[in-house]
């Protein structure tokens, strides 16, 4: 009897559930497709498939292209194995194609009647190795466990000869040191600046997944993920990205702090901070402070605007901050410049990292030609860290809408450093760690904010049924209980 001949449809291979259907068509339309949410909604097997399908029915069939290659990507090469290499050694079948290793990690081959396409396993312990690879497609297991500078290098290693169409595929959770990047860019939909310029908001998409989506969870992990506590149970079982946004600032809310752009009366006072910067960002927040109020407490801080930008020497962000200050945020100040400006160290010291030739001038004296004088900040990092997460906590700081983009990036992805948790992630020396923005509203709030009490209320006495001041008899008479009579009476009569 003649062996009945093995089916070989690729689509049939891992019996793609609605959700994972849905994932693999938005690959084939977009350039960037983030698949996000719960945990078990079956994203990492897109991670596992995709390459396949891409290969064989896009650059192989579709445009008669062989031998392109694909990277996969994890943090780190343990989890790269644990989570990818593992089971596509089991699910893949012997037709389907050869493994083969490598001092660069192992790749797995597609047959010839396949187009002989190329899934390469990579980790991402150092991303700048990959600076002269290039990639038809690029697959991203976990994507927010990595910094976002990842993203941007990875992206740049896109593109392959005869294929105009090379996606960037990313599975995760919510949290993670990328948390805030992607859920600006798939989830709130706010395109960076320097994506704009590239790609159109189209060229991105985000597929959520539930753990309802995957009809092969097991009882046993949906009964874990219902234990969990919050706000662990609301980012991993329901998918939710705000939940872990600015883990570093457990109570932030988008909605809560940010506030419509209003007229600032001329009797507040207007205060500046300021992060130095060169080839990093430049950061300058204006604030407005409300008077406070002596008998309710109340005044809040309102950071009116941010100038955040890179690439510039002393002289130039001198100038285009005193533009910015003077002519952009008119509508809202009448053009007036801060009464004090508070600037980190670096802002004093003789040194321009963009300067053709040496100069004795700082960023201070630049600031101060301009005239905007900067005053010396106070730059103790736990406390003014305690300080910024208590206003936040008190909703004390607030900030107008659309004006305040790049800062409030940076909180959403803000994360406790693992050695110090009350201080930020790298504590000042991770490059990957953006805290401009952040660095330069704590020397701020450190150096003018002082928590006021409300005023303390008179007490109140009605034992005589009357109000009257507090005096020594009336506190002996609280203390007691306040019961009727003299204090005579009260002791058994006294004297008589």
Not at 117 to 132: C, H, Q, T, W
Not at 257 to 264: D, H, K, N, Q, S
């Amino acid at each position: 009897m003649p062996e009945k001949k093995v089916k070989r449809s690729i689509m049939d291979l891992p019996s793609p559930f609605p959700r994972q259907k849905l994932a693999y068509f938005a690959i084939g339309t977009h350039k960037f497709v983030l698949c996000g949410g719960a945990s078990g909604g079956g994203k990492s097997q897109v991670i596992e498939w995709a390459p396949i399908f891409y290969l064989v029915d896009y650059v192989f069939r579709r445009m008669g292209v062989r031998g392109a290659e694909v990277g996969v990507f994890c943090e780190t090469f343990g989890a790269l194995e644990d989570r990818q290499i593992r089971r596509a050694k089991g699910d893949y079948p012997d037709w389907l194609g050869t493994w083969h290793g490598g001092a660069a990690g192992p790749h797995f081959e597609l047959a010839a009647d396949l187009g002989s396409g190329k899934i390469l396993y990579r980790n991402l312990d150092r991303p700048e190795k990959y600076r002269s690879a290039q990639y038809a497609a690029i697959f991203i297991e976990e994507m927010s466990l990595n910094p976002p500078s990842v993203f941007h290098a990875l992206r740049s290693r896109l593109g392959w000869p005869g294929l105009p169409h090379s996606p960037m595929v990313g599975a995760t959770n919510p949290g993670g040191p990328m948390h805030g990047l992607l859920k600006r860019i798939f989830i709130d939909r706010q395109i960076p600046d320097e994506l704009t310029e590239s790609y159109d908001p189209e060229d991105f998409v985000y597929v959520p997944f539930g753990y309802k989506d995957n009809p092969k969870l097991p009882q046993a992990r949906i009964d874990a993920l219902n234990s969990l506590a919050e706000p662990l149970r609301s980012a991993m079982r329901d998918g939710n990205w705000d939940a872990f946004a600015g883990m570093f600032f457990p109570s932030y809310s988008r909605k809560a702090l940010i506030v419509p752009t209003f007229e600032i009366p001329a009797s507040w006072m207007l205060y500046g901070g300021l992060d130095p910067g060169w080839a990093s960002p430049c950061s300058f927040g204006l604030y407005a402070v409300e008077p406070l109020h002596r008998q309710t407490g109340s005044g809040c801080v309102f950071r009116v605007g941010g100038y955040y930008e890179a690439g510039a020497n002393s002289r130039q962000h001198a100038e285009a901050v005193l533009k910015w200050l003077t002519q952009d945020l008119r509508p809202w100040t009448g053009g007036r410049l801060p009464r004090q400006t508070f600037a980190g160290e670096d802002a004093f010291a003789h040194k321009d990292r963009l300067s053709i030739v040496s100069s004795e001038a700082t960023m201070a004296s630049e600031f101060l030609r301009v005239g905007l004088p900067l005053t010396h900040a106070v730059t103790a990092r736990v406390p003014g860290w305690a300080q910024l997460r208590g206003m936040v906590d008190r909703r004390v700081l607030r900030f107008f809408d659309g004006l305040n983009e790049p800062v409030l990036a940076e909180m959403e992805a803000a994360l406790g450093d693992d050695a110090n948790p009350e201080d930020l992630k790298g504590r000042g020396h991770d490059s990957d760690v953006d805290d401009h923005g952040l660095d330069e509203m704590r020397y701020l709030f450190m150096s003018i904010y002082r928590p006021m009490m409300p005023a303390p209320k008179k007490p109140k006495y009605r034992d005589y049924g009357e109000e009257e001041e507090e005096t020594p008899k009336t506190v002996l008479q609280r203390a007691l209980g306040g019961r009727a009579g003299s204090l005579r009476s009260t002791f058994g009569g006294g004297r008589k």
